[in-house]
């Protein structure tokens, strides 16, 4: 699957570019939610959330890069987002954060740094939907993809198959064209692109060529 995420599109433009989005074959809207404080930098707040909302046709996944964010769990419920992904750095009681998102009717996920190791999520997988592994340090978008995140995907599928779990890896950051399919081959279930595609001098077609580096994987 392919989520797009919306911290690379033109804000001047924006509903043009949600639009161009609801016609492709991406499958979700990737929203980076930032607060200056988790990590150096700052995204947008409810309002824009809202607008993007109004006209998304795909399922909102809010990626939350922020401090204490059971403050607006209700919050990102009330504007209809589907997949809401935490930060294990930023949850002093994790399993509680996502049996709350749970119980709000969302899919809840684990968005983890590329410093930490994926075996300090054994004893959570069980409670979580989807883990989000960053492939850059979070805060900014167009950094360089790290790439021992192949070996951390494919770890972390290993270790949710011998638990025989449905839990999707997610991936985010630096995803292009040139190293989609090696992460779909390695394990990945949805990628998360934004530059490769707004920046893209033609997106739809970006766009494609991403879909298509996963679907060959699939079949």
Not at 164 to 187: M, S, W, Y
Not at 190 to 207: C, D, E, Q, R, Y
């Amino acid at each position: 699957m392919l989520s797009a995420s919306l911290l690379s599109a033109d804000f001047a433009h924006l509903e043009r570019d949600i639009s161009l989005l609801n016609q492709s074959p991406i499958d979700w809207f990737h929203l980076d939610i930032m607060d200056g404080l988790f990590v150096p930098n700052l995204s947008y707040g409810f309002p824009v959330i809202e607008a993007i909302a109004k006209y998304a046709q795909k399922p909102l996944d809010a990626h939350l890069m922020i401090v204490d964010p059971d403050r607006y769990l209700e919050r990102f419920q009330n504007v209809g987002t589907k997949y809401l992904s935490v930060h294990y750095e930023a949850c002093t009681h994790l399993h509680r954060t996502l049996t709350h998102i749970r119980k709000l009717g969302m899919k809840p996920g684990i968005a983890i740094n590329p410093h930490t190791p994926i075996e300090t999520l054994s004893d959570i997988l069980e409670e979580t939907d989807f883990i989000l592994i960053m492939s850059v340090n979070p805060g900014f978008s167009a950094q360089k993809f790290i790439s021992h995140t192949y070996n951390k995907v494919a770890r972390l599928k290993e270790m949710i198959r011998q638990k025989g779990l449905n839990c999707l890896i997610e991936v985010d950051g630096g995803v292009n064209e040139t190293n989609a399919k090696a992460l779909t081959d390695f394990g990945a279930d949805i990628l998360v692109a934004g530059n490769a595609i707004f920046n893209a001098s033609n997106p739809s077609a970006a766009i494609e060529a991403l879909i298509a580096h996963t679907v060959s994987r699939c079949h």
